[in-house]
């Protein structure tokens, strides 16, 4: 039987008349790589938002690792890692820093960091780049630490928001050749992305429009259903209501 990482029942949230989220339902396997896909104003980052415990929904139910986004929202935050493309690292850090720093936000001891900043720059073969100013590195490297960093605590679930955003196509799949080594070791990937060929890469994929589901399933079915030859047609179909 599968384990599941994350259970949604019926989430909504409204800004006064608007509804931002409407009553959405899924559920996320242990290991799973998700893709949470949308337009912008779709909805995505207010679900996100919800799931990781920072805004509290209107009406619904949703467990995040068997935690409930009600009543335990600070054991949600210890167990899910986050990384953003708006935010990831500090520039004025080096990169020792800023895996010492956030290491000690996520509640690691002084050797842990140590023995999880060896690893980091062991696995990403950036010992080299230890003491440098995260902002004098390009941003495909930046990106790639950014990943590392919101795994050091070894999370249950990671959410990627628009993670691979500026960044070259190489340095892309590269990327996610790291989210695959992390779902392999049964970390859940929750990951949004504007970019259509990574959703290919997705297990699963949603569908947001207008603040509902509007699709869920594996990349290939869902090429079947709306008879496209690319995630691109399918996005551009639902988008159209077609």
Request: hydrophobic share 40%; with cysteine; charged share 25%.
């Amino acid at each position: 039987m599968k384990e599941l990482s994350i259970k949604v029942s019926n989430l909504s949230k409204r800004f006064g008349n608007f509804v931002a989220v409407d009553n959405i339902s899924f559920e996320v396997d242990k290991g799973e790589i998700f893709g949470f896909l949308g337009a912008n104003g779709a909805g995505k980052s207010t679900a996100i938002k919800m799931l990781c415990g920072l805004l509290e929904p209107s009406s619904g139910n949703a467990e995040i690792a068997g935690f409930d986004i009600y009543k335990e929202t600070e054991k949600i935050r210890k167990t899910i890692g986050y990384m953003s493309q708006k935010f990831s690292l500090y520039e004025d850090l080096t990169v020792a820093e800023n895996i010492r720093f956030f290491g000690g936000i996520y509640g690691l001891n002084k050797n842990e960091i140590a023995d999880r900043t060896k690893y980091i720059l062991d696995w990403l073969k950036i010992s080299n780049l230890r003491d440098v100013l995260v902002g004098s590195i390009p941003l495909g490297w930046k990106q790639k630490i950014a990943f590392a960093v919101s795994v050091i605590h070894n999370p249950k679930i990671v959410f990627l928001d628009e993670p691979t955003g500026g960044v070259d196509p190489i340095t892309r799949r590269q990327f996610w050749e790291m989210i695959y080594l992390k779902s392999g070791e049964g970390i859940t990937i929750f990951v949004t992305t504007h970019y259509m060929d990574e959703a290919e890469y997705c297990n699963r994929i949603s569908m947001m429009n207008k603040g509902i589901i509007e699709a869920l399933d594996t990349p290939e079915n869902l090429k079947a259903k709306y008879s496209s030859v690319n995630m691109d047609e399918v996005f551009l179909k639902i988008a159209r209501g077609k």
